[in-house]
């Protein structure tokens, strides 16, 4: 039918307007009726579906796992530079070689993925996994508006992009989770990750996603510079990066750095860097690349952003350990895209060392950029009216007295009925990486504390619908399906309950190590300090924390409690085999086809070891998407490095 064709095309014409150009030519409502024109007349005629047509941005295709695919030209990672002094550097290498032109241009700070077109259609999509191999994700991209599903080129072209969330669009998505009892996104990047990952194309739909395309990866038709690729990428309907020059001078790729890194917050987007590549294909093709690795490109990355703010006050809050944590409260500051009125303050030792005191005009900076500290103090702008800041002698929450923690420079309540503790205590058992109980979020927890339905972790397991359902945001279904939640829970593996727990100093790590260890729960509390520091991942402090909690009285009366009401005390997977045997791994990135618990658990099963970090002791890194800092020591050291592929080939060996 003609006029399906005629309102695919013109909806893609005016998408493009508005998404791409931002110069809309029909208000939002004109474009509503052409695309609801088009849904009904493609359910009526169901013959005509095109799997590129308008419609499919909305999703709504579900999948059991992605397909890996294989991508045709590697996606390689840059190498990352931190200073003008190596950028210098870099440039000189080429200097005596060639007349150098350079492509300038922003990193975003998002995940990269390939777009196939074939036929001016879009057919494929996939994430950039290990750089060799990733996962089709093609249903989910469809659904982002900025994504071209169809181009006027006829040939074959692939392209190379980064998908990002909009700061705004973060805003949104983890405000509705924090109403809804949700866990938040740390960042607009883990976000976007999540997001394009869902099996759902609905979820990924709604989650307002967005792309830059930067390169051209293959194509029929041919390119003597990267600028005059971005251009054909331009008018073919991809969004490209509008910010990039191109420059032979080095100081002016400076200049150009310095500009955007100081205009960077006012950006839609995160970026966290520069990329500097040369211009020309043809000496790129000769300086070749390494590892991967571009010799011919580099990426300039930020330093942390500082700014000066007052120091308004200094509260503390009670964590579930009973450890009273002093938290900063400032006069708001932007810093790195945000609004930051709250900044750790550690421990009283932090306060000390950097004389901190209430009134001062202090340094902030955000950690990763994501978690605000503390950095200095600006003493030339003292009055004389700041004030020393002292740790309460009472606990803010229960008025009981502290105590001095020597060991970790502490003061902690060691009332065990502390509001304060109960709540958090229970807000970490109930955790996705503990036990896992969905529906159970923070202001729930608080309603089932407030109306004294748990007075500790076991009492979650005495709950009935008949209690739940009279509390406000619940009902009958809410009620029913928190109990299923629960109920679920008690087959969990012996390793998450051990974790939630909440063991000082006894992460989902050294969790997983007991459990292996020690597969009945009522072996721990016959173990000593001597015999677990013999185990890997366990030091002394961590076995003394351990031991301490199993000899306390009320631990035996909890895990009574947990087996009188069915809660699994057992750890039922055993070692299959001892091919891992003697081998320690260490996991970074994002793999393609697992989560990095299953690597782990398939690890543990054939009688490997898990580190956190890499050392010459380390016998394999295995790499998955957007892989860290681990990746760049592992090279250093001459670690070998493995993909999800080569490590299940490991495993026939």
């Not at 007349?99 to 036929?119: N, W």
């Not at 992009?161 to 700061?167: L, S």
């Amino acid at each position: 039918m003609n006029r399906i064709f005629e309102l695919r095309k013109t909806i893609e014409y005016h998408a493009k307007k508005y998404h791409v150009d931002d110069e809309p030519e029909i208000s939002d409502y004109e474009y509503d009726m052409l695309f609801k024109e088009l849904v009904e007349l493609e359910e009526k005629y169901p013959e005509y579906a095109n799997e590129n047509s308008p419609t499919v941005r909305v999703g709504g295709k579900i999948l059991d796992k992605f397909e890996k695919v294989t991508h045709n030209v590697p996606m390689g990672s840059l190498q990352d530079i931190f200073s003008f002094e190596e950028l210098r550097t870099f440039t000189e290498k080429f200097g005596g070689k060639f007349e150098t032109e350079y492509s300038v241009e922003c990193k975003i700070d998002g995940l990269s993925v390939s777009l196939l077109y074939q036929d001016g259609q879009f057919i494929r999509g996939a994430t950039r996994g290990d750089g060799t191999t990733g996962e089709n994700v093609t249903q989910n991209l469809r659904t982002i508006n900025t994504i071209p599903l169809t181009i006027p080129y006829t040939g074959m072209l692939e392209v190379r992009g980064e998908i990002y969330m909009p700061r705004e669009s973060f805003t949104k998505l983890n405000e509705s989770r924090a109403e809804a009892d949700e866990q938040l996104f740390a960042n607009p990047r883990n976000a976007a990750a999540g997001s394009l990952r869902q099996l759902d194309s609905s979820v990924t739909a709604g989650r307002q996603l967005d792309i830059f395309v930067f390169n051209v990866q293959a194509c029929d038709k041919t390119f003597t510079t990267h600028s005059e690729s971005i251009e054909f990428l331009k008018e073919q309907g991809f969004k490209t990066l509008q910010s990039s020059i191109v420059t032979s001078d080095v100081e002016e790729i400076i200049s150009h750095i310095e500009f955007i890194g100081s205009t960077r917050n006012d950006l839609q987007y995160d970026i966290d860097g520069i990329v500097i590549k040369i211009n020309s294909i043809a000496q790129r093709t000769e300086i070749g690349e390494v590892a991967m690795r571009p010799k011919w490109s580099v990426a300039y990355k930020f330093p942390p952003e500082c700014k000066e703010t007052k120091l308004l006050d200094i509260i503390v809050n009670v964590g579930r350990t009973g450890v009273l944590t002093p938290n900063a409260v400032l006069e708001p500051v932007r810093l790195a895209g945000s609004n930051v009125s709250r900044a750790t303050l550690h421990n009283i030792d932090y306060i000390r060392q950097r004389d901190i005191r209430i009134g001062d005009y202090v340094y902030v900076q955000k950690a990763g950029d994501i978690i605000p500290e503390i950095t200095g103090v600006e003493i030339k702008k003292r009055s004389g009216d700041e004030t020393e800041y002292n740790m309460p002698t009472h606990c803010p929450s229960c008025g009981e007295p502290v105590i001095n923690d020597d060991t970790e420079s502490a003061v902690r309540c060691t009332n065990s009925s502390c509001p304060a503790q109960l709540q958090r205590n229970l807000e970490h058992f109930v955790s996705r990486n503990a036990m896992n109980i969905d529906g159970l979020g923070r202001s729930i927890l608080k309603l089932l504390c407030d109306n004294d339905l748990v007075k500790n972790i076991t009492d979650i397991y005495k709950l009935t619908a008949e209690q739940l359902e009279p509390l406000e945001r619940m009902g009958k279904k809410s009620a029913a399906n928190l109990i299923a939640a629960i109920e679920n829970s008690k087959t969990n593996a012996l390793e998450r309950l051990i974790f939630a727990l909440g063991i000082r100093q006894v992460g989902e790590k050294a969790a997983k190590v007991l459990a292996n260890k020690y597969r009945n729960i009522e072996l721990l509390f016959d173990i000593s300090v001597e015999e677990l520091t013999f185990i890997n991942d366990v030091g002394e402090i961590t076995a003394q924390y351990i031991v301490n909690y199993f000899l306390h009285p009320q631990t035996r009366v909890i895990i009574d409690e947990f087996k009188k009401y069915g809660v699994n005390t057992i750890n039922e997977n055993v070692v299959t085999g001892n091919k891992f045997e003697g081998m320690t791994f260490v996991l970074t990135g994002t793999l393609p086809s697992m989560t990095r618990d299953e690597a782990e658990e398939i690890i543990y099963k054939h009688g490997g070891k898990v580190s956190s970090s890499v050392s010459k002791k380390t016998t394999y890194v295995l790499a998955g998407e957007e892989a860290g800092s681990k990746l760049t020591k592992a090279e250093t050291l001459g670690v070998r490095i493995i993909n999800e592929e080569e490590f299940k080939n490991l495993l026939n060996f």
